[in-house]
């Protein structure tokens, strides 16, 4: 028997031994996995809050960055520095954290690199001195908004996953500590004695839950601080049973608390504004049957006060085994304060646009009004010129006065018109061959009358040219260059003025150089950055003393860039100047343009002496007299007979009447314009089947270049702009005959 109670108690005490010992390993290895379980519990804890931290910041950010935008406060600007700063610590801390989870890991580096596209939009709209247009605005709204739903889609899935590992570590501690309350039952009722001498370990293992419980409690507490921080609503709708979650911020931006509203699906789609509640529905139902990746939609929402506000609501569904949605949660945002804004931005281009247009009438009527009378002005003046043989000294320095007048009147309405094209993007830029020197040497015989009226010496070389025939817009360049030129010989009171024209080779095209080189008065460093701008001329002083509207440089830089060319300036005060135009053009394999380009002049005389001994007979529709006289005068002095109707119903009767040779036809007329009389009188010609069309060129006061494209349309060969310049008036009355003769 002793050796039995010795055995068994042998076998009692091994026993309690081999339990003692396997109870005290099972203990050792459940606080160690209780420990281990907190240390990752506080791991995600720690990573939740700095991803919801991370958020809030993004939000700061975006608002410190609209404000500043809006009011230029520094104290925004202040706070975007803040919100940047941080935000790049806490994107380092988080992917410290998440270094041995891959998933989370390249999520991280995914988030990264649409933060990293988010702030370089961002801070280009901060640190950039120039504004945006309105396209580029909305552009890089949309490109914010875009980055901005992609993170917060890659944080929703980063912490789902983060609170799944939440979930699961709860579960261990909870199968932990079942696990010891197992233990502690069996202990207790087989070896109250070990249960006793473990007892302290099971207390630490309930004060290490009860710890870990306390942290998951706060944690929580966090997370809906941080979720009230994004200023989004959350919403969650179990469609099961037809249960609503929403949000207490989701509940402010209607206007409502928690003890003011219980949300409902009906009632929530109750405050749906009427016109967007079916098209929200159609979109939810697409989404959840699997039509449409995502849920995206903005629609309004009626506020408790009874005003709208703009919300964004986007969603993710969770589905079961059947592919059918049991749950749909959530984000909304207000964008009221957006739409607002992009509704004002609307507002204001319409506003500009209304003003443009109504800046291009104003600019048309003038110039209608002002060309119109200027014509007769002009032309008397240079008809009185031409007979002053036998007038005195003193009336032909009234003359003298009455043509510098009106030249200087025309130039100022054509700087204003021609700046005008350029704004309304107007300006067409051709590409001809061309002869380059006698476009040169036209110029030079223009501009060196006035060279001499102040005793300057102008010249033109152009020895280091390596080729004679180029492509390019002649017109614009010489324009550019006559801007230059005059401009030159108006600041410089004594010495010389000089054009020089040279050609390199640039990579397969021909680089033209110009320089227009003077002896005056120089300009200032500090000038030299304005006078490029509309209506500057450096100092006020030179506007009083020469005049000028100062567009003539303005003007020039912008025909220069248009052609894809430079215009720059190199001066010292009491130095002179030197202005150089830089153009690229295609080169003229030829070496030659077909057609040599007499001087306007020549052409003038030839076509004068080819009218000589003809009858040709036109007819002058215009209703202003004094163009009339002007017009007529310059017939007759090529031996042309003409009639004249004062507007287009009456050249309609007078066609029908009579056979002219060709048309001289204004555009703006009472009873009936020249547009019109002119598809009339097309229109007799094609009932009437005649086999000779009569040429017509318009008259118009008008100078916008739709004018110039509305008279071709109707059927006109030529078109001249009022006042009228005598040679090229009868260059194209030259080629109006020619056509008569070829019809």
Same mark, same amino acid.
């Given at each position: 028997?002793?050796?039995?109670?010795?055995?068994?108690?042998?076998?009692?005490?091994?026993?309690?031994?081999?339990?003692?010992?396997?109870?005290?390993?099972?203990?050792?290895?459940?606080?160690?996995?209780?420990?281990?379980?907190?240390?990752?519990?506080?791991?995600?804890?720690?990573?939740?809050?700095?991803?919801?931290?991370?958020?809030?910041?993004?939000?700061?950010?975006?608002?410190?960055?609209?404000?500043?935008?809006?009011?230029?406060?520094?104290?925004?600007?202040?706070?975007?520095?803040?919100?940047?700063?941080?935000?790049?610590?806490?994107?380092?801390?988080?992917?410290?954290?998440?270094?041995?989870?891959?998933?989370?890991?390249?999520?991280?580096?995914?988030?990264?690199?649409?933060?990293?596209?988010?702030?370089?939009?961002?801070?280009?709209?901060?640190?950039?001195?120039?504004?945006?247009?309105?396209?580029?605005?909305?552009?890089?709204?949309?490109?914010?908004?875009?980055?901005?739903?992609?993170?917060?889609?890659?944080?929703?899935?980063?912490?789902?996953?983060?609170?799944?590992?939440?979930?699961?570590?709860?579960?261990?501690?909870?199968?932990?500590?079942?696990?010891?309350?197992?233990?502690?039952?069996?202990?207790?009722?087989?070896?109250?004695?070990?249960?006793?001498?473990?007892?302290?370990?099971?207390?630490?293992?309930?004060?290490?839950?009860?710890?870990?419980?306390?942290?998951?409690?706060?944690?929580?507490?966090?997370?809906?601080?941080?979720?009230?921080?994004?200023?989004?609503?959350?919403?969650?709708?179990?469609?099961?049973?037809?249960?609503?979650?929403?949000?207490?911020?989701?509940?402010?931006?209607?206007?409502?608390?928690?003890?003011?509203?219980?949300?409902?699906?009906?009632?929530?789609?109750?405050?749906?504004?009427?016109?967007?509640?079916?098209?929200?529905?159609?979109?939810?139902?697409?989404?959840?049957?699997?039509?449409?990746?995502?849920?995206?939609?903005?629609?309004?929402?009626?506020?408790?006060?009874?005003?709208?506000?703009?919300?964004?609501?986007?969603?993710?569904?969770?589905?079961?085994?059947?592919?059918?949605?049991?749950?749909?949660?959530?984000?909304?945002?207000?964008?009221?304060?957006?739409?607002? /804004?992009?509704?004002? #931005? &609307?507002?204001?281009?319409?506003? %500009?646009? =209304?003003?443009?247009?109504?800046? @291009?009438?104003? !600019?048309?009527?003038?110039?209608?009004?002002?060309?119109?009378?200027?014509?007769?002005?002009?032309?008397?003046?240079?008809?009185?010129?031409?007979?002053?043989?036998?007038?005195?000294?003193?009336?032909?320095?009234?003359?003298?006065?009455?043509?510098?007048?009106?030249?200087?009147?025309?130039?100022?309405?054509?700087?204003?018109?021609?700046?005008?094209?350029?704004?309304?993007?107007?300006?067409?830029?051709?590409?001809?061959?061309?002869?380059?020197?006698?476009?040169?040497?036209?110029?030079?015989?223009?501009?060196?009358?006035?060279?001499?009226?102040?005793?300057?010496?102008?010249?033109?070389?152009?020895?280091?040219?390596?080729?004679?025939?180029?492509?390019?817009?002649?017109?614009? /360049?010489?324009?550019? #260059? &006559?801007?230059?030129?005059?401009? %030159?010989? =108006?600041?410089?009171?004594?010495? @010389?003025?000089? !054009?020089?024209?040279?050609?390199?080779?640039?990579?397969?095209?021909?680089?033209?150089?110009?320089?227009?080189?003077?002896?005056?008065?120089?300009?200032?460093?500090?000038?030299?950055?304005?006078?490029?701008?509309?209506?500057?001329?450096?100092?006020?002083?030179?506007?009083?003393?020469?005049?000028?509207?100062?567009?003539?440089?303005?003007?020039?830089?912008?025909?220069?860039?248009?052609?894809?060319?430079?215009?720059?300036?190199?001066?010292?005060?009491?130095?002179?100047?030197?202005?150089?135009?830089?153009?690229?053009?295609?080169?003229?394999?030829?070496?030659?343009?077909?057609?040599?380009?007499?001087?306007?002049?020549?052409?003038?005389?030839?076509?004068?002496?080819?009218?000589?001994?003809?009858?040709?007979?036109?007819?002058?529709?215009?209703?202003?007299?004094?163009?009339?006289?002007?017009?007529?005068?310059? !017939?007759?002095?090529?031996?042309?007979?003409?009639?004249?109707?004062?507007?287009?119903?009456?050249?309609?009767?007078?066609?029908?009447?009579?056979?002219?040779?060709?048309?001289?036809?204004?555009?703006?007329?009472?009873?009936?314009?020249?547009?019109?009389?002119?598809?009339?009188?097309?229109?007799?010609?094609?009932?009437?089947?005649?086999?000779?069309?009569?040429?017509?060129?318009?008259?118009?006061?008008?100078?916008?270049?739709?004018?110039?494209?509305?008279?071709?349309?109707?059927?006109?060969?030529?078109?001249?702009?009022?006042?009228?310049?005598?040679?090229?008036?009868?260059?194209?009355?030259?080629?109006?005959?020619?056509?008569?003769?070829?019809?």
């Amino acid at each position: 028997m002793k050796s039995v109670y010795v055995r068994n108690y042998l076998v009692f005490i091994s026993l309690v031994i081999l339990f003692a010992g396997w109870l005290v390993f099972t203990i050792v290895k459940q606080l160690n996995s209780v420990q281990d379980s907190k240390q990752w519990i506080t791991h995600t804890y720690d990573t939740i809050s700095l991803d919801l931290g991370l958020i809030a910041r993004i939000n700061g950010l975006l608002a410190a960055q609209r404000a500043y935008l809006i009011t230029e406060n520094s104290f925004f600007l202040d706070k975007y520095d803040e919100h940047r700063a941080r935000i790049k610590e806490i994107e380092g801390l988080i992917l410290a954290n998440v270094q041995n989870d891959p998933v989370q890991l390249e999520r991280t580096v995914e988030i990264g690199k649409n933060l990293a596209q988010l702030l370089d939009l961002v801070d280009r709209h901060v640190t950039e001195n120039t504004q945006p247009t309105r396209g580029e605005l909305l552009q890089d709204v949309e490109k914010i908004e875009t980055l901005r739903s992609t993170i917060s889609d890659l944080n929703r899935e980063f912490l789902a996953l983060e609170r799944s590992y939440l979930e699961k570590r709860g579960r261990e501690i909870d199968k932990t500590n079942e696990t010891f309350l197992l233990i502690f039952l069996i202990g207790g009722a087989s070896f109250a004695l070990i249960l006793l001498f473990f007892n302290s370990y099971i207390l630490k293992s309930q004060l290490a839950r009860l710890s870990a419980m306390n942290q998951l409690e706060r944690t929580k507490e966090r997370l809906d601080l941080a979720f009230e921080g994004m200023n989004d609503g959350i919403f969650d709708w179990d469609i099961r049973n037809n249960n609503l979650f929403v949000s207490q911020r989701y509940r402010r931006m209607l206007g409502y608390n928690r003890n003011t509203i219980i949300p409902t699906i009906e009632f929530m789609s109750g405050l749906i504004h009427q016109d967007d509640r079916d098209p929200y529905w159609k979109i939810v139902d697409d989404y959840l049957n699997g039509e449409l990746p995502e849920l995206s939609i903005v629609i309004r929402m009626q506020h408790k006060q009874g005003h709208y506000i703009w919300i964004n609501m986007r969603g993710k569904a969770q589905f079961d085994e059947n592919g059918k949605a049991v749950r749909l949660a959530g984000s909304v945002r207000d964008i009221t304060e957006t739409r607002e /804004i992009e509704a004002s #931005l &609307i507002e204001a281009t319409q506003k %500009a646009e =209304k003003a443009n247009e109504a800046k @291009s009438e104003f !600019l048309a009527h003038m110039s209608h009004e002002i060309r119109t009378p200027l014509t007769a002005i002009a032309g008397i003046a240079e008809i009185l010129e031409k007979q002053s043989s036998n007038l005195d000294k003193m009336q032909k320095k009234m003359i003298a006065t009455l043509l510098k007048s009106t030249s200087s009147l025309k130039d100022l309405i054509n700087d204003v018109l021609d700046f005008s094209k350029i704004e309304a993007g107007e300006v067409v830029i051709e590409s001809e061959d061309f002869n380059l020197v006698d476009m040169l040497k036209e110029t030079e015989d223009l501009m060196v009358a006035k060279a001499h009226e102040k005793s300057l010496n102008f010249s033109v070389d152009y020895s280091a040219l390596k080729q004679h025939i180029v492509n390019g817009d002649e017109g614009h /360049i010489r324009q550019i #260059l &006559i801007n230059l030129i005059g401009n %030159a010989i =108006k600041f410089t009171d004594e010495g @010389s003025v000089l !054009l020089t024209a040279r050609t390199v080779n640039a990579k397969g095209k021909t680089k033209l150089i110009f320089d227009v080189e003077d002896t005056g008065m120089g300009i200032s460093k500090k000038d030299q950055k304005t006078i490029f701008s509309r209506f500057k001329q450096g100092d006020s002083t030179i506007s009083r003393k020469y005049g000028g509207t100062g567009l003539g440089l303005p003007i020039s830089k912008s025909l220069a860039e248009l052609m894809g060319g430079t215009l720059r300036v190199k001066s010292q005060p009491g130095k002179g100047a030197i202005f150089t135009l830089s153009l690229l053009t295609n080169e003229n394999s030829n070496g030659d343009v077909g057609v040599s380009h007499d001087k306007s002049s020549k052409v003038a005389n030839d076509v004068k002496n080819k009218f000589s001994n003809k009858n040709y007979k036109a007819l002058i529709v215009e209703d202003y007299a004094g163009n009339v006289v002007v017009v007529g005068h310059m !017939l007759k002095s090529i031996n042309v007979n003409f009639d004249h109707a004062e507007n287009g119903k009456k050249a309609l009767e007078m066609f029908n009447k009579n056979e002219y040779d060709f048309i001289l036809m204004d555009i703006q007329m009472p009873e009936m314009d020249g547009i019109q009389a002119t598809i009339s009188i097309r229109e007799l010609e094609e009932q009437g089947k005649l086999e000779r069309k009569t040429p017509i060129m318009g008259m118009t006061a008008h100078a916008m270049t739709t004018e110039k494209e509305k008279c071709f349309n109707v059927g006109m060969d030529e078109f001249i702009t009022k006042p009228l310049n005598e040679n090229e008036f009868y260059q194209k009355i030259g080629r109006l005959v020619d056509k008569e003769k070829t019809a």
